[in-house]
C-alpha cells in the first residue's frame, strides 16, 4: 500500500470519524459543566461581582492564582484572611457563551486564614481547548456576611503546545505541526468559504470559531479527554464554538476541508438553533450544507463521487427520509454525497433566496416537511424525485416514497447549541 492511498484511507476514515463526531459529542459529553453542590444556591442574577466588602472576608491578594494543567486539570488557588472565621468558600465559573454559571464547594477547615487550591478535574469536567470564561470566590464569614472577589479570566489551552496561530474576528486556525503557510492556506480557505455561507445562508458570525490542528495523533487524543473513540479524527464543540482536527503537514488538503466542514456545522447550529429547542434539521441538510461548503469551488472528491455514480446507475440511492437522522453505518459515503448533491440541487434550483427561507423558517421550528413545502411548493419525496430525476435517477416507486418512520428525526446535537438551556444539572 502505498502513502497516497494509505493517506486516502486515513483521510476517509476521518471524514467519516468528523461527521459523527457531533453525536459522540451529544452522547458522551452531555454536559461539560457540572452544577456544584445542590445545598447552594444558583448565582444570583448577578453575575458581576461588586467589590470586596468591607464587612466580610477579604482575600489577602488577588484572586488571580489560576493554572492551567489541561488536560488534567485547572488550578485554582486562594488565600484570604478575615477578622472572623470563615466558614463557606465557593468558586464560581462562568463559561464565555453558556448563560448559566457553575458553583464549586472546596472542602477546608473553617478558620480566620484560609489558604487553598480547588482541582477542577477536566477528565470528569472536561473542557475543550480554547474556552475561556470568569471565575471568582465567594466568602462568608461566621456572621453571615459575604464577600465576592473580583472576576478573573481563565482560559484552558494545552501548556506545552508553542501554537501558530491566524485569525480575524470570526475565524481563528491554530497549528503547530507545519509552517507558516500551512496554517494561512487553511485559514484562507476557512475564510472564502465563510464569505459563501454567509451570503447564500445570510447567517452572519458573531463568536469566533476557533479551529485547533493537531499534528501528532498522541496530542490530538490527549486532547480529547476522558472519552475517546479510537477512530476519531476530529470532535467539534458547538456549543463552545470549538474543533479540534488530527492532520498533520502533509494532510493539507484533509486538514482544509475538514475544517471548513467543521466550521459549517458550528456556525450553522448556532444559527438555526432557537430558543425551543425542538428543531427539526434533517441530517442530510446538516451534512448537505457542510459538504457543499466543504467542496466549494470544485468537484466532488472520488471518496463520494463513485458511490454516488454507482447507486445513480444501480437505482439504489437512500432515500432523503431514511437520512433525516443519521447515515447507515454501511453507507456513510453514501450518505454524504447524495446529501451533498440534494443541496448542491437545491442551491442550483431554487437559489440563495430560497435556502435562507427555509433556514429561517427551521430556526422559527415547525415539521420539516411543512417548511419544506411552504418554501419549495414540494414536500421531501417530492423534492427527492426532483432531484433524482436532475442527476440522472429513476423516479422512486410509490411503495418507497411512502415514509417508514413518519417525521423526520430531529438532529441529535442541536442539544448542544448555544441556547442557554443545555446546561442541565449531571
Ligand atoms: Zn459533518
Not at 462562568?94 to 477542577?120: H, M, N
Not at 432531484?387 to 416507486?397: N, S, T, Y
Request: hydrophobic content about 40%; overall charge neutral.
Amino acid at each position: 500500500m502505498n502513502l497516497r492511498t494509505l493517506t486516502i484511507i486515513l483521510a476517509a476514515v476521518t471524514v467519516v470519524a468528523l461527521c459523527v463526531c457531533a453525536v459522540f459529542v451529544a452522547v458522551l459529553l452531555p454536559q461539560v459543566i457540572q452544577r456544584a453542590s445542590p445545598a447552594i444556591a444558583p448565582p444570583a442574577q448577578n453575575p458581576t461581582p461588586r467589590a470586596q466588602a468591607t464587612a466580610g472576608p477579604a482575600p489577602t491578594r488577588p484572586a488571580k492564582n489560576y493554572t492551567n494543567d489541561f488536560p488534567r486539570h485547572l488550578l485554582f488557588a486562594l488565600d484570604t484572611e478575615s477578622a472572623t472565621e470563615i466558614r463557606q468558600v465557593s468558586l464560581v465559573i462562568q463559561v464565555d457563551g453558556i448563560q448559566t454559571s457553575s458553583r464549586y464547594l472546596p472542602e477546608f477547615a473553617p478558620s480566620k486564614k484560609v489558604s487553598l487550591v480547588y482541582d477542577f478535574d477536566l477528565q470528569k469536567n472536561y473542557l475543550p481547548p480554547g474556552v475561556m470564561g470568569d471565575f471568582w470566590w465567594v466568602l462568608k464569614d461566621a456572621d453571615g456576611k459575604e464577600t465576592t472577589t473580583a472576576k478573573e479570566r481563565f482560559r484552558v489551552d494545552e501548556p506545552v503546545i508553542q501554537w501558530k496561530k491566524v485569525q480575524n474576528s470570526k475565524i481563528a486556525i491554530y497549528w503547530y505541526s507545519g509552517e507558516q503557510n500551512f496554517g494561512q492556506a487553511i485559514f484562507d480557505r476557512a475564510v472564502a468559504s465563510l464569505a459563501l455561507l454567509e451570503k447564500d445562508t445570510g447567517v452572519t458570525v458573531d463568536r469566533q470559531v476557533q479551529i485547533f490542528i493537531y499534528g501528532n495523533r498522541n496530542d490530538f487524543l490527549n486532547a480529547l479527554g476522558p472519552n475517546v473513540a479510537g477512530f476519531e479524527g476530529g470532535r467539534t464543540h458547538p456549543e463552545y464554538s470549538v474543533v479540534l482536527i488530527d492532520a498533520g503537514a502533509r494532510e493539507l488538503t484533509y486538514a482544509r476541508d475538514a475544517t471548513t466542514h467543521e466550521m459549517t456545522h458550528v456556525i450553522m447550529h448556532a444559527k438555526i438553533s432557537g430558543a425551543l429547542g425542538e428543531f427539526t434539521f434533517p441530517h442530510w441538510l446538516d451534512e448537505g450544507l457542510a459538504m457543499y461548503y466543504e467542496t466549494t469551488p470544485g468537484p466532488l472528491g472520488a471518496q463520494f463521487s463513485i458511490p454516488l455514480k454507482k447507486a445513480i446507475d444501480t437505482d439504489t440511492l437512500l432515500s432523503l427520509r431514511s437520512m433525516a437522522g443519521r447515515f447507515p453505518i454501511a453507507q456513510v459515503d453514501l450518505g454524504y454525497a447524495e446529501s451533498y448533491s440534494a443541496v448542491e440541487y437545491f442551491y442550483r434550483k431554487y437559489g440563495r433566496e430560497k435556502m435562507q427561507q427555509l433556514l429561517l423558517a427551521i430556526k422559527a421550528g415547525g415539521d420539516f416537511d411543512e417548511l419544506l413545502s411552504k418554501v419549495t411548493g414540494l414536500n421531501t419525496d417530492q423534492f427527492e424525485n426532483e432531484w433524482r430525476k436532475d442527476v440522472g435517477a429513476k423516479p422512486r416507486a410509490a411503495s418507497t416514497a411512502t415514509p417508514v418512520t413518519g417525521k423526520p428525526t430531529p438532529f441529535p446535537t442541536f442539544s448542544l447549541s448555544t441556547d442557554p438551556t443545555a446546561t442541565p444539572a449531571k
